[in-house]
């Protein structure tokens, strides 16, 4: 995964210099805002690796969602987030070297609040990753039954299913809304603190490698998508999902009762992203070995402010 989502290329953009040829940091709020990047070629170039990485993860996750329940197994938990760790790293890898390996709506907040993308490039590529989830929910939608689309209602994100119509309206299972709001908070910011952060310091990650740094955001992916559905077990909820955009795919595609809470799986991501830029304003400044974070939110709103 890039350090800087396809900036690593372009990272001469992120600075004007003087007639010394000296680089500074961006000064006008344009500049901040990155607003040029909003008709760069480049990075929209590289938003349609993001739109189609999104759109194979939708549809490899939720066909791996369906075929992992439909296999005769005791425990498809397993099996799914093993999987899960295998095609989060396969596509990292395949679309870091073109956009910075995002595929995901966190990621490319996070980026934008820490000031490592600028924020129109992370309004393109967010508006990509939710087209993309779309076109990765329609592909499932042409391959799949009906039935199955129903059974598991296209893969997407759910907190409860109807299972039945009782006497005083549809009788549903699944899990509480405070209690998936929390799932998703928590399980959000520890896939930031844990994995994405060593992609975010380039130091460690041109220690480590991509190959060992996407395996990295993998398997913690792998391993929150167990813990979630392993510790609620409760049937109707498909557990934490940590990317807005593979579940508006199916909620747009499906719809019916995967709106029902849809907001808990962009709430609780964006609180996570907020409070995961926080924890990066207080580590002591020896400790903070990133370098190169021209858009920081922080210095943004106080050029607009002060």
Excluded at 281 to 293: A, D, K, L, V
Aim: glycine fraction near 10%; aromatic fraction near 10%.
């Amino acid at each position: 995964m890039a350090r800087n989502g396809r900036i690593g290329e372009d990272e001469e953009n992120l600075y004007h210099k003087d007639e010394d040829g000296k680089k500074h940091s961006p000064t006008t709020l344009s500049e901040r805002f990155g607003l040029e990047e909003l008709f760069s070629l480049k990075v929209w170039q590289a938003s349609v690796a993001e739109l189609l990485g999104t759109a194979i993860l939708v549809f490899a996750l939720d066909t791996l969602v369906i075929s992992s329940y439909e296999t005769d197994t005791k425990t498809p938990n397993l099996v799914m987030s093993f999987f899960v760790f295998l095609s989060v790293t396969v596509l990292l890898l395949a679309t870091s070297p073109i956009s910075g390996g995002h595929i995901n709506p966190v990621i490319t907040f996070s980026a934008a609040l820490i000031g490592l993308i600028s924020l129109s490039r992370a309004a393109v590529y967010i508006l990509a990753q939710c087209v993309g989830g779309v076109l990765g929910a329609l592909a499932l939608k042409a391959v799949v039954s009906g039935t199955i689309q129903h059974t598991f209602s296209l893969g997407g994100c759910t907190l409860n299913v109807i299972i039945a119509e009782g006497p005083n309206g549809p009788i549903t299972m699944g899990l509480e809304t405070s209690q998936a709001l929390w799932l998703e908070i928590i399980c959000t910011f520890v896939f930031l603190f844990a994995s994405i952060w060593i992609a975010f310091d380039h130091r460690q990650a041109k220690a480590l490698g991509p190959v060992t740094v996407c395996s990295i955001i993998g398997a913690v992916v792998g391993l929150l998508v167990f813990v979630s559905t392993t510790l609620t077990t409760k049937k109707g909820y498909s557990g934490v999902g940590m990317n807005p955009a593979r579940c508006i795919g199916p909620a747009l595609v499906r719809g019916g009762h995967l709106w029902n809470g849809h907001w808990v799986f962009w709430a609780g991501p964006a609180i996570a992203c907020v409070a995961f830029y926080l924890y990066t304003r207080i580590i002591p400044r020896q400790h903070f070995h990133t370098t190169g974070y021209k858009y920081d939110l922080f210095t943004t709103l106080k050029a607009l402010f002060v």
